[in-house]
């Protein structure tokens, strides 16, 4: 009996250490920063990122002209570790106080960098894709795969306190 009672205190116990560590922050926001910020948050307001829940996975869509670019990110580029290589990658960090994501999205893979290098305005297409593949994974912890219009994903998982 005193056996069954530790294991069960043993294994509530990891069940509520995995709950503050997953379980995302009440209150968060999707931030977008980065190169085409102002298109792409023109296709995300038009849209209207308003969950059914109402509650949004803290997430920071990271936009770059060109992969290149992450080593101006120390902070994004420590957490890729040399593995964000596709068009998107979606690195969701555990930490204290729920879970935070983090996406970067290579600009350059969807012909945006061209788009940009020239001065013109991102193909509406990319935009549109980029957008709803943002509001998709801001309401959900686990929003699985985009759909087509993303050349190559890749979704990476960070542990807390560098783990």
Do not use: Y
């Not at 995302?24 to 038009?46: F, N, S």
């Not at 992450?70 to 890729?80: E, F, G, N, S, T």
């Amino acid at each position: 009996m005193g056996r069954r009672l530790i294991l069960l205190a043993g294994l509530t116990a990891i069940v509520v250490v995995a709950w503050v560590f997953i379980v995302p922050r009440a209150g968060g926001d999707l931030t977008v920063l980065g190169d085409g910020r102002a298109a792409i948050l023109a296709d995300v307001e038009r849209t209207g990122l308003v969950p059914q829940s109402g509650r949004i996975v803290p997430t920071e869509l990271i936009l770059l002209r060109r992969m290149e670019n992450l080593r101006h990110i120390p902070d994004v580029a420590r957490l890729c570790r040399g593995a964000c290589d596709a068009a998107v990658t979606v690195i969701r960090e555990m930490g204290p106080g729920g879970l935070r994501k983090r996406v970067v999205v290579d600009l350059g893979r969807f012909d945006g960098a061209k788009a940009l290098d020239t001065g013109a305005a991102l193909p509406e297409g990319m935009t549109r894709c980029v957008a709803a593949m943002a509001i998709r994974e801001a309401e959900s912890v686990f929003a699985g795969p985009p759909g087509g219009c993303v050349p190559s994903h890749r979704q990476l998982w960070r542990l807390p306190f560098g783990l």
